[in-house]
């Protein structure tokens, strides 16, 4: 009987193995192909996917359709790699008008915290947000079970960097607490001074599932130091992982650069030294380049919201022309008013258009740009042969009106059609 169960068994796998075995090959048939490095738009093309993979860039008229197990076909779409951001916090949003740390580390539990960290990841996933950098801020490792839930497939959300705790200086980003409330912090900063225990909270970061590393260089006038600085890249390098800091201008931002961190995050107060000096060092730019109505939906009366959504536009804007690798970020903590979170961080645009950036640079910025900072540029941020099948499509050319972004009709994430307005 054992041995006739086999024989069957072994007679499946000879005659029906194949079929399951063999690649799943899918067709994607558009007007037109966006590549971000060269700023290329090739015409009449079908890129051909394998498994996931982007395999081939076909001529569409030499295609044969009848070779592949599906065909989509959009039209006179372009097609882009998936958008990208190097600066969210999925699971955090304070009320309009209202942003309050303290208040949502108190009310909020990490359970909560992770419900809306899945709705903000599958809004962006759905606007063409295909890889995020998730940056701290998630309560006790909320995204790393996000994380775990889209992988497992019971959501759909983008491909997430994840940074768990971050790292700071004593007291975190919370000014202000009495000394009984102290350990609030402790939910959402490791704190470390020394390199022993900027180490340590490295190991504990990933530990809990963090593939990045966010420091907080300057919340407090105890600012880190290029030594500790360094101590953070080093041992964040051992794990190939690159570390982000956020870090205003000045000093602090000197030592950021100069102790080797992949990144500054928002970088306000950048003057043209400094800019200068990130050129030399190679160290990106993820400005957070947040507008008027942003700040102001933070709470930030408009007065001083205009002055400093004016210097982030100027300092975007240097940056640009001093020739500082910039990655499209945006640190919302509050959505706009009626908007979602993609909605809210598409929005950032304003910010880019202000300064007057080209839109080509913006494509570089929002896909491969930030695929060079987060290590992955030969996975992503291209569409060749051997890339990763995150694709977006668009019902107009973004080099021409970059805010045809908002308005993406198709999104392929690892060969897995996510949405599609056609159908
Ligand atoms: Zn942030």
Redesign the pocket.
């Given at each position: 009987m054992k041995k006739i169960f086999l024989k069957i068994c072994s007679l499946f796998f000879i005659f029906l193995g194949p079929l399951f075995l063999q690649a799943q090959t899918v067709l994607i048939k558009v007007g037109h192909i966006i590549q971000p490095e060269s700023g290329d738009v090739l015409a009449d093309k079908s890129v051909l996917v394998e498994n996931g993979i982007i395999k081939e860039i076909m001529n569409t008229k030499s295609v044969d359709e009848l070779k592949y197990d599906r065909i989509i076909d959009l039209g006179n779409v372009y097609l882009m790699p998936g958008m990208m951001d190097a600066?969210v916090?999925l699971t955090y949003n304070g009320p309009v008008g209202n942003f309050n740390p303290k208040a949502t580390y108190a009310d909020e539990p990490t359970s909560l915290r992770a419900l809306r960290g899945l709705k903000n990841a599958n809004d962006l996933l759905k606007a063409g947000f295909t890889t995020v950098k998730e940056?701290g801020?998630d309560a006790e490792y909320a995204t790393a079970s996000i994380i775990k839930s889209i992988n497992q497939g019971w959501f759909e959300g983008p491909t997430i960097l994840y940074a768990g705790k971050i790292i700071s200086q004593y007291g975190g980003q919370i000014g202000g607490m009495s000394p009984e409330r102290e350990p609030l912090w402790e939910h959402e900063y490791i704190i470390a001074e020394t390199p022993d225990e900027i180490r340590k909270a490295i190991h504990e970061n990933m530990y809990y599932g963090a593939n990045t590393i966010k420091l907080v260089a300057d919340a407090n006038p105890y600012f880190y130091t290029e030594d500790q600085i360094r101590a953070a890249v080093d041992e964040a390098a051992r794990f190939d992982m690159h570390v982000a800091a956020?870090v205003d201008g000045g000093e602090a931002a000197r030592n950021v650069i100069n102790g080797g961190a992949a990144a500054v995050?928002h970088g306000f107060s950048l003057d043209n030294e400094l800019l200068q000096l990130m050129v030399e060092k190679g160290t990106y730019l993820s400005g957070?380049d947040f507008t008027q109505p942003h700040l102001e939906a933070m709470g930030m009366p408009g007065k001083w919201a205009g002055k400093l959504a004016d210097r982030i536009v100027s300092r975007l804007r240097n940056a640009h022309e001093l020739g500082v690798n910039i990655v499209f970020s945006t640190?919302v903590?509050v959505d706009l008013p009626g908007m979602n979170r993609a909605e809210s961080n598409l929005e950032f645009l304003n910010a880019w258009k202000a300064a007057e950036i080209p839109n080509e640079y913006i494509i570089k910025a929002l896909t491969i740009n930030n695929a060079k900072l987060f290590g992955m540029e030969d996975q992503l941020g291209k569409i060749e042969s051997g890339y990763k099948a995150d694709l977006i499509a668009l019902p107009g050319n973004p080099l021409d009106d970059i805010d045809i972004l908002k308005k993406v009709s198709f999104v392929m994430k690892g060969g897995i059609v996510m949405v599609n307005e056609r159908t």
């Open positions: 600066h916090h940056i801020n956020h995050e957070t640190d903590v």
